[in-house]
């Protein structure tokens, strides 16, 4: 394997997460910029290619096309129209599918068969339509998922108490948007449960809190990209290691015929397996609705 990544999308976004790569040792040995403005992709290229002196990463860095990703390991997909402020992520859809189809089918046509992983929003429906533009394996299409959710969760809690996010173990899952919902049956510090030490009531306020902090964000600057590259940059290294760490990525339940937000194994070769098991009735039918949300804007979009 060449361990060989493109990124589609040199925005805010795309351009965080190849930021956090290259200032990190990553098993990543090269990295291909592509964006529909050929100009802005060859000079964040050559910009990041004047850091690489100083930092602790031997990426080769350069722009490049559609064309070279036939012997790509993974394609990380953060192109499309942008999340405005008011604009739920679900608003972005029927723009984004449009521009996806197109996209997804100039990548196969260069005879990919890697990873992709998606991150443009809405995500999980985007992450379902390349799915099914590519006709790439299910394992082998993954969305960023709630990661980045989880990662806001953690922080929140361990600044209540008072401990290394690290050590916290809890999952925020379902739509990465408006529908998402914490796992509080299963989250934990250390050994202790965390509805133990916390009361419902500022639960909930922590829960409000995750789910409504990238609207804050895109309120007062515009956009959320320094916390999503990063994630993805872990998301990677994830895969091209072939750590098997278990992740909250968007991917595929048959059950719902869906993309959504779970704990999963993630391993070189994409999923290995999605996890199984006891969540609380009331946080099975949050979960529910927030799946339903997902299969009625795939229904709408398949419609059209």
Not at 158 to 181: C, F, I, M, W
Request: net charge negative; hydrophobic share 40%.
């Amino acid at each position: 394997m060449s361990n060989k990544v493109m990124v589609v999308g040199t925005g805010n976004v795309g351009m965080s997460y190849a930021f956090a790569l290259l200032h990190q040792r990553t098993n990543v040995n090269e990295l291909i910029l592509v964006d529909i403005n050929t100009e802005d992709a060859e000079g964040e290229a050559t910009d990041m290619r004047d850091a690489l002196a100083v930092s602790p990463s031997y990426l080769k860095i350069k722009a490049g096309s559609y064309a070279e990703a036939g012997d790509c390991d993974m394609v990380v997909i953060t192109a499309g129209v942008p999340q405005k402020p008011g604009e739920t992520r679900m608003d972005l859809l029927k723009k984004n599918a449009a521009i996806f189809k197109d996209m997804i089918g100039q990548i196969m046509d260069a005879g990919f068969d890697g990873i992709f992983l998606v991150v443009s929003n809405p995500m999980d429906v985007l992450t379902y339509l390349t799915w099914q533009y590519s006709g790439l394996p299910a394992e082998r299409v993954i969305g960023s998922g709630t990661v980045l959710d989880t990662a806001r969760l953690r922080h929140r809690l361990s600044q209540r108490l008072h401990v290394h996010p690290k050590n916290v173990h809890a999952y925020q899952v379902g739509e990465h948007g408006d529908t998402e919902l914490t796992l509080w049956s299963c989250a934990y510090v250390g050994c202790q449960p965390v509805m133990d030490l916390i009361a419902q009531d500022e639960r909930n306020e922590i829960e409000d809190f995750v789910r409504k902090e990238a609207y804050s964000i895109i309120e007062k600057k515009g956009a959320t990209y320094y916390g999503i590259g990063s994630c993805m940059a872990s998301i990677t290294n994830c895969i091209l290691n072939d750590e098997n760490r278990i992740l909250p990525i968007s991917n595929y339940d048959e059950l719902s015929d869906t993309y959504n937000g779970y704990p999963a194994v993630l391993g070189r070769n994409g999923v290995v397996r999605r996890l199984s098991f006891q969540i609380s009735p009331e946080e099975q039918v949050k979960l529910n609705s927030s799946i339903r949300t997902l299969q009625e804007a795939i229904k709408n979009i398949s419609a059209d």
